[in-house]
């Protein structure tokens, strides 16, 4: 492995410097989802109850330490429990743009080490075929016949880079539209139950919604 990466030029350490990044986001990101996945429709049932019996500091506690998206959005909205229907819904909404972002952090990264490993692979393609050809030229300088072995070297290199290329590319491609899909998913989530919680909090308060 270390002569492949050795013939593969200095290329070869930028792409595995590329796949540890793709790797490290996406084992980070899988915790984070891991963590932030709970039943919502047991949550907000407890919250209600919570809420029914007036113990709002109790319920607000308990957002803060549930971790996900809901909960936070939920306790949001738990603070502006005495406002409008309207307030609380700005206020959600606002909270849930920003766990969009939290569930987004670093996917760009890995969608443009996606895009661009095959680019340096690439590079390196064209980098090995120059080395080729400049062996060639300068043996035909100094008149003398170029062996297939002179040229390995460039030729190494150029195969080497252009399949590292798609050896990060490919999983990394794959493994940020799979956690992409995630993102969705917990957005439908989040799209789904802000009326629920909203009419939980309505409820809770025992008021008629502005």
Not at 42 to 52: H, I, P, S, T
Not at 60 to 71: S, V
Not at 163 to 173: C, E, K, N, R, W
Request: proline share 3%; hydrophobic share 50%; aromatic share 8%.
């Amino acid at each position: 492995m270390l002569d492949l990466i050795q013939k593969g030029g200095p290329l070869m350490i930028l792409l595995i410097v590329c796949s540890l990044f793709t790797l490290t986001i996406f084992i980070e990101r899988m915790i984070h989802f891991y963590c932030a996945k709970i039943n919502a429709r047991a949550f907000l049932q407890y919250v209600k109850e919570m809420m029914e019996d007036n113990r709002i500091q109790e319920a607000l506690d308990f957002c803060r330490k549930t971790p996900g998206p809901i909960a936070h959005i939920f306790g949001v909205g738990l603070l502006k429990y005495d406002r409008t229907r309207e307030e609380m819904t700005k206020a959600m909404d606002v909270a849930a743009a920003h766990e969009v972002v939290r569930l987004e952090k670093n996917l760009n990264m890995m969608a443009t080490i996606a895009y661009i490993a095959p680019l340096l692979g690439l590079l390196g393609t064209v980098s090995g075929m120059i080395a080729a050809f400049q062996v060639i030229q300068d043996k035909a300088a100094s008149g003398l016949v170029v062996n297939p072995g002179d040229l390995a070297g460039g030729i190494w290199e150029a195969l080497i880079t252009t399949a590292a290329g798609l050896i990060v590319a490919i999983p990394s491609y794959v493994a940020y539209n799979y956690l992409i899909s995630r993102v969705d998913h917990m957005i439908v989530e989040m799209e789904e139950n802000v009326e629920e919680m909203i009419d939980v909090l309505i409820s809770g308060r025992g008021a008629d919604a502005h």
